[in-house]
């Protein structure tokens, strides 16, 4: 089973907000000053909001790595963002990264 991880980037929602509705929904997050990608030893199972920098886009919400299994969290992710205010526009965008290490 092949792990997937997703960015969704947000209007008008900035990062501390994101993780403030995202923890109120039950969702392990965490609001950071910028990505960190290449920050292998963050925690598992923790969503990180953090500011994004494109224009238009106020946050980026970052998961942790997801299985098929976790594809209902996804769903509770999207949806409470949504709840919370966020918005899409023209400078937003979403991201999904395969693992393929194996390959």
Known sequence: ??????????GRL???????????????ARAEDW????????????WKAVYDGSSGVASE????K?????????RQVCQTLKTAGATINSGCGGH??????DL
Do not use: C, K, W
Request: glycine fraction near 6%.
């Open 14 to 28: 900035q990062p501390e907000a994101a993780r403030s509705a995202l923890a109120s929904s039950g969702v392990n």
């Open 61 to 64: 919400t970052v998961s942790p």
């Open 35 to 46: 990505v960190r990608h290449n920050n292998r030893s963050y925690p598992a199972g923790v």
């Open 96 to 101: 999904i990264h395969i693992d393929a290490t």
């Open 66 to 74: 997801l299985t098929e299994n976790d594809y209902d969290s996804l």
């Open 1 to 10: 089973m092949r792990t997937i991880g997703i960015e969704l980037e947000v």
